[in-house]
């Protein structure tokens, strides 16, 4: 079991940059690590994700303007994002797997953050 808490969320103008963070509860280094938001009236999406090697993958909405990295400590997983735009207003979330490839499909996803909100506004 692994808990997975999120924070950075919030308000911020087109343009903007937000660094979400997601801190376990465990050493995570043996975890495919990724990043899920879900719009309102929407389904949630795979974000970003890095395995235990480094290997990453990103939905095409976001490529160039995000970024997904884990700590060397590997208890924790960031999501630096630049030129948000409106639609990226979500709630995002943070998940974990154990082993395995990167994953934008959150049904291979076993362990879930509770998410954080956010809001860019045009």
């Known amino acids: 079991q692994v808990q997975l808490v999120e924070s950075g969320g919030g308000s911020v103008q087109a343009g903007g940059s937000l660094r979400l963070s997601c801190a376990a509860s465990?050493?995570?280094?043996?975890?495919?690590m990724g990043w899920f938001r879900q719009a309102p009236g929407k389904e949630r999406e795979g974000v970003a994700t890095?395995?235990?090697?480094?290997?990453?993958s990103y939905t095409d909405s976001v490529k160039g303007r995000f970024t997904i990295s884990r700590d060397k400590a590997d208890t924790s997983v960031y999501l630096q994002m630049n030129s948000l735009n409106p639609e990226d207003t979500a709630i995002y979330y943070c998940?974990?797997?154990?082993?395995?490839?990167?994953?934008?499909?959150?049904?291979?996803?076993?362990?879930w953050g509770q998410g954080t909100q956010v809001t860019v506004s045009s």
């Open positions: 998940a974990a797997k154990w082993v395995g490839s990167p994953s934008l499909y959150d049904d291979d996803y076993n362990y």
């Open positions: 465990k050493y995570i280094y043996r975890y495919c």
């Open positions: 890095i395995d235990s090697y480094g290997s990453l």
